[in-house]
Every structure is written in structure tokens, then in C-alpha cells.
């Protein structure tokens, strides 16, 4: 078959594009031709300029709809929109015409609602093609804050009718059962499940000449224990629980325990306990102040290295820039106390690095992962806030996650163990391998 996969977006480091690759490779293996449609150009992507998701009308139109009715009346913006979609269909039905596309797979254009002209133009260019569509919703439009009060009644109809819409030839997939739940409710639509998925077949990471001096180039030494977090820094990754756990690790009692004989690796500890953040600032200013404050409150050394971090390795005016796979090789223990995540790619990756993870179980992981048995460091289900807004737990789950900690950096054997059974779940359920399988039942 001819397959378009389609977004906002090719070729970036978004979860969405990311995945969209995997499914790419997976497709192309079982002899499917598969091209991809956005906004933007990268490689061999047909580009439609009004998908691209930095499009300044597009950006005008959702500030219209979902924040203040300002540059249109509703008649207005009904026209704008109608515009950019007819816009939209003109060039796909070009696009599936001459590259004779039999399914379209769009990805989060007909669940997030940030693309209404792009939601309105595919559709018609779907119906008028009769083609077929499997709709890739990664993120739905309910769920996030900026979409819940459309600004108009067109706004609130266009969201009912095309996110997602219906149709014989229509058929929806999600990232995780809590969205299949929610969407049979919301809409009465069913769906597939298509999890997110990691390459468990790919070389694994190692120290090598490229990586070799991590440590030494963000100020942590070979005797210092590196606990890293991976994730982007935002408010609902609750970092803060990471730091509360790091400050019961470096109480006085733990850290004799932890400065006894030798660690996992074979060498003592005697440097100290510093904690890395690798991936970008998206938070407000405030939040990552009150994450520097307790840091200090806990006498915890706090790295954010995202200037030297990208997807991939290369040199920039004379600065060496490490994948994040680098700092996975160089990181002693993983924290991912995220309260809320549509799937866990950085799960999935602490897994195949082989570390050790402190993980809040989230609602997805409680419904989806938890039934896998993963070897975590839990921080239980349930928090609060604190007068701060901070996420907390209860004291005893903190004492209880140091305690465990403190296990899998002294005991190698204890430590392999259990590292290398979550690898071999992970590939079980989520390699690529996992995602064909599913492919081959929805193509």
C-alpha cells in the first residue's frame, strides 16, 4: 500500500514526529511505500505550508478560538478558517492523487485541536478521495487546559464533528487505554491501542571516546554518584519529588550507609550525590526557582546541562553537544516522578539504558505498565500539593524509595537482576518488533 503519515511536524524531536518515524520503518519493512505530509520540509516530506504548526495564521486562529475572539467576529473567523482548509484539501488531494495514497495516518490533527483549518481540509480531501484513514491521537483536545473554552459556538461544533471525526473509512488508534476509555465516553468512538514504542534492538549505549569525558565536562566526578533526570523540566513532571528523595539519600545515616565498601561499579563513594537535569527549561521561571530552592534546602548539587544535550552528537562553534543517550551511559539512578504522561517514552528509555528508575505511578502506568511487574523505585499513586503548588508524598513512601535506592547502588548482583528483566520486558511488550505486530492488524 501507498501511505501518507501526517503532522504538524517531520522530522523533530516532538514525541509525535519521533513516533511517526517508528511507524515509517515499521511499514517500510513489511513493503508498504511511505511518505510523509507536513508543514514543514525534511528529507522527501511533501510539504503543505498551512499544516506547519508555527503558521502565523493558524497561530492567529487559535488565539481567536480558544483564548479571545479579537481579529474576526464569528463570521470572520468561520471565513479564515474555511479558507486555510479548502487551501489545505486543494493540495492533499493533489499530494494523495499523484503519489496514488491509499490511507492517510494523521497524527494529533484530529485530536488536539490546535489545527482547526487542517482538521476541516483533511477531512474533506478524505471524503472527496474516499481513501482510507487511521487516526493517530496521541494528545485529545479535553485534555488540555488551552482547548477547554472555545470562544464561539462554530469553535465548540467544528471540536464535536472533526476531533476526531466519523466514518466508514475512518479508524482511530490511542497511545493508552485511558484515552480509548475516555474517547468511547466522550464520543462514542472506538479505538485501537498503539503504544509508544523504543528500538530494544539497537546497539546499546556504552562510554566511548565521544562520551568518555561527560562527567568531567559538567563539573561531576567519577567518585560522585550522578542521579539523572532525562525528561524535558515542566510542572507536571514533578521534579520536586526526585529532590525529596535525593535529600533523605543524603541524610547523615544514608550516606554512611551509602560510603560503606564499595558501590555497584566496584569503586567507593566518596565524592557526593549530584543531580543532572538534562532536558529543556519549558516551565514557568517560578517552578524551576522553587526546584533550585529545595535543592538548596537538601544541600543537593543541581546540574541543568541542556546547552550541551540534543537528540544527536555534534560540534557547535568548538563545543562538543552529547546525545542524550550520553548522559543515560554516565547516570547512576534515573528519577521519573512525572504525576501525569500520555504514555513514558523516558521510561521506555530508562529501560533499555539499564537503570535503575524512582517512578511515580502516574494513571497510565497504574492502568497500562504496573500489570508488566517493572522492577521501580515506587513513589506510590497519590500526592499532594503543597502551599507552593509542589507536588508531595507521604514521608514514609520518600524514607522507603531512599532505603531501595541505596540497595540498587551497593548490590551489583541485586542491581543486573533486576535491570536487565525490565529490559527484557520492555522488548517484549514495547519494541519495534511489538509495533509491527500491532501495524499488521490495522493496515
Known amino acids: 500500500m501507498n501511505i501518507a503519515l501526517c503532522h504538524f511536524r517531520v522530522g523533530e524531536t516532538d ?33 503543505i505550508e498551512e499544516l506547519y504548526y508555527k503558521n502565523e495564521v493558524n497561530d492567529k486562529i487559535v488565539y481567536n478560538a480558544y483564548t479571545a475572539i479579537f481579529d474576526y467576529d464569528e463570521t ?197 550525590i549530584v543531580f543532572v537535569m538534562a532536558g529543556l527549561v519549558e516551565c514557568e521561571e ?28 555534534y560540534h557547535k562553534d568548538g563545543v562538543k553537544i552529547y546525545s542524550l543517550w550520553d548522559a543515560y551511559v554516565h547516570a547512576d539512578f534515573i528519577t521519573y516522578p512525572s504525576i501525569l504522561e500520555g504514555f513514558g517514552n523516558q521510561f521506555l528509555e530508562g529501560l533499555f539504558a539499564k537503570k535503575p528508575m524512582l517512578v511515580y505511578k502516574y494513571p497510565v502506568y497504574v492502568k497500562d505498565l504496573d500489570s508488566i511487574e517493572f522492577n521501580i523505585v515506587s513513589l506510590g499513586e497519590s500526592y499532594k500539593l503543597d502551599e507552593d503548588g509542589l507536588v508531595i508524598v507521604e514521608e514514609d513512601i520518600i524514607s522507603r524509595a531512599a532505603r531501595e535506592i541505596i540497595t540498587y547502588l551497593k548490590d551489583r548482583q541485586y542491581r543486573e537482576l533486576r535491570v536487565e528483566e525490565n529490559f527484557n520486558k520492555g522488548k517484549r511488550h514495547f519494541s519495534y518488533e511489538a509495533l509491527g505486530e500491532i501495524l499488521k492488524s490495522l493496515f
Open 15 to 47: 514525541g509525535v514526529s519521533l513516533e511517526m518515524e517508528k511507524w515509517k520503518i515499521q511499514l517500510e519493512k513489511q513493503g508498504h511505500r511511505v511518505i510523509y505530509i507536513g508543514g514543514n520540509p525534511y528529507e522527501d516530506t511533501e510539504v
Open 76 to 272: 470572520g473567523l468561520k471565513e479564515q478558517v474555511d479558507q486555510m482548509a479548502q487551501n489545505i484539501e486543494r493540495k492533499l488531494v493533489e499530494i494523495i492523487q499523484r503519489k496514488n495514497i491509499d490511507v492517510i495516518v494523521p497524527n494529533n490533527i484530529w485530536s488536539l485541536g490546535w489545527g482547526l483549518p487542517a482538521a476541516v481540509g483533511i477531512y474533506n480531501a478524505v471524503q472527496k478521495t474516499g481513501i482510507r484513514a487511521i487516526v493517530h491521537n496521541h494528545d485529545f483536545y479535553w485534555e488540555r487546559e488551552k482547548y477547554k473554552n472555545p470562544t464561539t459556538d462554530y469553535v465548540k461544533e467544528l471540536l464535536d464533528f472533526y476531533f476526531p471525526p466519523k466514518g466508514e473509512n475512518i479508524k482511530n488508534v490511542v497511545i493508552n487505554s485511558i484515552a480509548r476509555e475516555e474517547l468511547k465516553s466522550r464520543k462514542g468512538v472506538e479505538a485501537a491501542i498503539v503504544p509508544n514504542v523504543f528500538d530494544f534492538s539497537s546497539k546499546l549505549w556504552e562510554v566511548d571516546e565521544y562520551n568518555k569525558d561527560f562527567r568531567r565536562v559538567i563539573g561531576v566526578k567519577e567518585e560522585d554518584i550522578l542521579i539523572l533526570q532525562a525528561t524535558r523540566i515542566t510542572e507536571r513532571k514533578a521534579i520536586e519529588l526526585a529532590l525529596d528523595t535525593i535529600g533523605k539519600l543524603k541524610e547523615e545515616e544514608n550516606m554512611r550507609v551509602l560510603r560503606e565498601g564499595k558501590l555497584y561499579h566496584g569503586r567507593s563513594f566518596t565524592g557526593d
Open 286 to 313: 517560578r517552578y524551576l526557582n522553587l526546584l533550585k530552592k529545595k535543592a538548596e534546602k537538601f544541600n543537593v548539587r543541581l546540574k541543568l546541562v541542556n546547552n550541551i544535550i540534543d537528540s544527536y552528537r
